[in-house]
């Protein structure tokens, strides 16, 4: 199991080419990198790994969306990513929009969000500020992922 160097939380998307250091694309400051931030290893290279999503079947159709009465840590998970996409700190496009966003990671239809959060401007579209969370940030929110 691949840590990240930044969080020390598994499930890695991201690997630096030429010392094999995995992270989090969220933990990882993409811009202008001529070194690895964690060895600092000489390098501009990265390997980006596929998000493993074990509730899509075959024919990449869903086979469990999340239905039905929040959980606590859907209610934090929300807030967090919330909080994050509204200060620009994720790697994520420019004019993303925040219920495809929230309905993709959460795994649940959009109608499900509009329903729990009637005051959260999901139409709001993303714009990149950071593109990353810094140190604190990715340690705490890994935290919460893992816990969900």
Not at 29 to 52: D, G, I, K, R
Not at 82 to 110: H, I, M, Q, V, Y
Not at 133 to 138: F, M, N, Q, S, Y
């Amino acid at each position: 199991k691949m840590l990240c160097k930044e969080c020390n939380f598994g499930n890695c998307d991201l690997k630096v080419a030429g010392c094999g250091c995995h992270f989090h694309t969220r933990c990882f400051p993409a811009e202008n990198f001529t070194q690895c931030p964690h060895c600092n290893t000489s390098t501009n290279q990265l390997v980006l790994f596929p998000v493993e999503n074990s509730n899509v079947s075959d024919d990449g159709s869903s086979s469990s969306s999340r239905v039905g009465r929040w959980t606590i840590h859907e209610e934090v998970v929300v807030d967090e990513l919330s909080r994050f996409f509204n200060n620009g700190d994720l790697p994520l496009e420019n004019g993303t929009k925040l219920n495809d966003f929230l309905s993709s990671f959460l795994d649940c239809k959009a109608s499900r969000l509009t329903k729990k959060l009637k005051n959260g401007n999901l139409s709001k579209t993303y714009e990149r500020k950071v593109g990353y969370l810094r140190k604190g940030e990715a340690f705490e929110f890994s935290q919460i992922l893992e816990a969900f």
